[in-house]
């Protein structure tokens, strides 16, 4: 375990998948990535010995209660699973998730698969729409910077947290990505960053480093709401019901073929069908948003786990427009590598100091 080192980190916990990137004393960045599943130890599924099957999961202790020694308890969670596998179990969407008991364990696996003793600085991210609630970011910002237990033999401290707004993490590695390429934006340039979660999407127009507030917000027609149109549009026609959490962990896993029974259905031919539904809906949405800024966008930048299924449409949206359409080779993770540039930005200021 690294110890007595400057650890950065940028955390992005999504309801599909939990990312991190992070640097241990300026060395490379290490990426790692997992379902943003968690669940009590007790829900899951038991094997044939008699022990609760992980589903490849980490476990970490929670700590519920009130926090005195009589009034807390300790429960063993697994985080980084499937839940169509958990029984009994309903997966939380809402704007309450990062103060959920799910959350928490995500947060807390996150910092145990770091296989750090302490992190320096963490940047995270909230939806649009709930970072300019100033008592949602420093709730968040509080419950980040404290000891995290992991277990009763290991605890990972968060010294700083920064909280911004999610898309912004995505406008930063867009930004990093054009000064390897040897270009720049003019500072008038506008940029709409699109971001389409499995909750939300959230949008945001910059303008160099200034956010034009009232031409960002969030969506609720999401990742999800095409998972649910897929499922939908699956029992309507061929009468196989398929739950949105199974059909959720298909695309995760990169399945190209959905199998029930002895039935067979393409999962892109599937999705592309669901995805016109619902991203006409949202396009339709920030056509409004494009229209009422008076002047033409320089790039459109997709990110976000939802991206692969929202490039076609954006790009038939904006390119005929000359805007230029930007995808990261890594879509899923813009955000972990935006925030954990933003990371090494807050540490430079804070004096670019080991923390002893």
């Known amino acids: 375990m690294a110890n007595a080192h400057v650890v950065l980190a940028g955390l992005d916990?999504?309801?599909?998948?939990?990312?991190?990137?992070?640097?241990?004393?300026?060395?490379?960045?290490?990426?790692?990535?997992?379902?943003?599943?968690?669940?009590?130890?007790?829900?899951?599924?038991?094997?044939?010995?008699?022990?609760?099957?992980?589903?490849?999961?980490?476990?970490?202790?929670?700590?519920?209660?009130?926090?005195?020694?009589?009034?807390?308890?300790?429960?063993?969670?697994?985080?980084?699973?499937e839940t169509h596998k958990v029984q009994n179990y309903i997966r939380p969407h809402s704007a309450n998730f990062t103060s959920s008991q799910e959350w928490s364990a995500l947060l807390r696996s996150a910092l145990d698969r770091m296989d750090v003793a302490r992190v320096d600085v963490l940047v995270a991210g909230l939806p649009v729409s709930e970072f300019f609630d100033t008592g949602r970011r420093q709730a968040l910002r509080k419950s980040l910077e404290q000891a995290h237990r992991i277990s009763a033999s290991k605890t990972v401290e968060v010294r700083k947290a920064v909280i911004i707004p999610q898309p912004l993490g995505a406008y930063a590695h867009f930004m990093e990505r054009l000064a390897a390429q040897g270009k720049s934006l003019s500072p008038d340039s506008l940029v709409l960053v699109i971001d389409p979660g499995h909750y939300s999407v959230d949008y945001v127009l910059m303008q160099d480093s200034s956010i034009h507030q009232a031409s960002s917000g969030s969506s609720a027609m999401a990742g999800r709401q095409v998972l649910e149109a897929a499922s939908r549009l699956l029992y309507e026609r061929k009468q196989v019901r398929i739950s949105v959490d199974r059909l959720e962990a298909v695309v995760r896993r990169g399945e190209p073929v959905l199998e029930v029974g002895s039935q067979q259905f393409k999962v892109s031919a599937l999705l592309d069908e669901a995805g016109k539904l619902v991203c006409d809906q949202v396009l339709k949405g920030l056509e409004g948003v494009v229209n009422g800024v008076g002047e033409g966008l320089s790039h459109v930048v997709l990110a976000g786990g939802g991206a692969p299924l929202y490039e076609r449409y954006v790009r038939a949206a904006f390119e005929s427009h000359a805007t230029l359409v930007d995808v990261a080779e890594k879509p899923i993770l813009s955000n972990a590598y935006g925030f954990w540039q933003s990371a090494v930005s807050a540490h430079q200021l804070l004096g670019n100091k080991k923390v002893a």
Request: charged share 20%.
């Open 13 to 81: 916990i999504g309801f599909g998948n939990t990312k991190v990137v992070y640097s241990v004393d300026g060395g490379p960045r290490r990426e790692i990535i997992f379902p943003s599943g968690a669940a009590p130890e007790r829900l899951l599924p038991v094997q044939g010995d008699g022990s609760r099957s992980h589903l490849g999961g980490r476990t970490v202790e929670m700590i519920l209660g009130d926090g005195t020694p009589k009034g807390s308890e300790v429960t063993t969670w697994v985080a980084g699973i």
